[in-house]
């Protein structure tokens, strides 16, 4: 049974830092590419950042490109967000999400791409 767990969510303040993990487990977390998406209140979901398999190449999107870093540790099979220079938009609900179709580029934020979910962490920034 896959099981993805996102922790590290909170309350932050704009300009601060946050850190966000993905622990996952049951498959093979070296084939998949991963991916944060967020959600805010009202909104529609959106991708955040996506590193391939290996680790080798990253995508952001443009409102966190020089704020937020993506990467991963396939020996833990854990992903990691680092959360720069926080703004009060980056409030919203975080999923962390695996893929292993393949991802072209323009499609990598189309959340129907991903075959497994995890249930989000609150990331919560006051001025």
């Avoid at 049951?26 to 955040?48: C, D, H, I, S």
């Avoid at 990598?108 to 249930?119: E, K, L, P, T, V």
Wanted: with cysteine.
């Amino acid at each position: 049974q896959v099981q993805v767990v996102e922790s590290g969510g909170g309350l932050g303040q704009a300009g601060g830092s946050l850190r966000l993990s993905c622990t996952v487990s049951g498959l093979t977390f070296n084939e998949y590419a991963m991916g944060w998406f967020r959600q805010a209140p009202g909104k529609e979901r959106e991708g955040v950042a996506v590193i391939t398999a290996g680790g080798f190449s990253t995508l952001y999107t443009d409102s966190v490109k020089g704020r937020f870093t993506i990467s991963r540790d396939n020996a833990k099979n854990t992903l990691y967000l680092q959360m720069n220079s926080l703004k009060p938009e980056d409030t919203a609900m975080h999923y962390c999400a695996a893929s292993r179709q393949p991802l072209p580029l323009g499609y990598w934020a189309d959340g129907s791409r991903y075959n497994y979910w995890g249930q989000g962490t609150q990331v919560t920034v006051s001025l």
